[in-house]
């Protein structure tokens, strides 16, 4: 059987995380900021107003918030999620909390966004079925690679 457990994140979470991140999350990251995951755990979770760790027989498999406002006018956040390829194993409890801690985040903010890097497939299939809004694929980030922009809004979760 597998445990499973949710709990606010602890910067002690970034190095297991870092060490067994997900190959798409890694080319994402480098694509977007040219930052090795560490630092784009470190930066994510320090900009974080709400963030958690996922632990799969407790061991970090998963980190994810939001931090914000992306503008004082619209009072949006930065969404993110950085994973291992633990997550993969449990697809139904990981979309269904989810939903539950999207919708939390989403009592903070009306909004959340960011982009996704356009070869991220597991990670826009997920956005897809929690209900993400998508604008077209543009040129972001370090390399200027084509991201998808996304947007979650309360009432489409």
């Not at 799969?56 to 999620?81: E, H, K, N, Q, Y």
């Not at 999207?102 to 960011?114: G, Q, S």
């Amino acid at each position: 059987m597998v445990h499973i457990e949710i709990r606010h994140a602890d910067p002690a979470d970034i190095p297991p995380l870092a060490q067994n991140m997900r190959e798409a999350d890694r080319r994402e990251i480098w694509a977007a900021s040219l930052a090795e995951p560490h630092a784009a755990l470190a930066r994510s979770l320090g900009r974080s107003e709400m963030a958690w760790t996922g632990l799969i027989d407790g061991r970090p498999a998963a980190m994810f918030g939001a931090g914000g406002p992306l503008s004082v006018i619209g009072g949006g956040a930065s969404a993110w999620l950085l994973g291992t390829p633990e997550i993969a194993k449990i697809p139904r409890f990981f979309l269904t909390e989810s939903r539950v801690y999207v919708a939390m985040m989403l009592e903070r903010f009306p909004t959340l966004m960011n982009y996704v890097d356009v070869r991220n497939r597991a990670t826009l299939s997920w956005l897809r079925r929690l209900g993400a809004q998508f604008g077209a694929p543009q040129p972001y980030g370090a390399l200027g690679l084509d991201f998808v922009p996304f947007t979650l809004r309360a009432g489409n979760v």
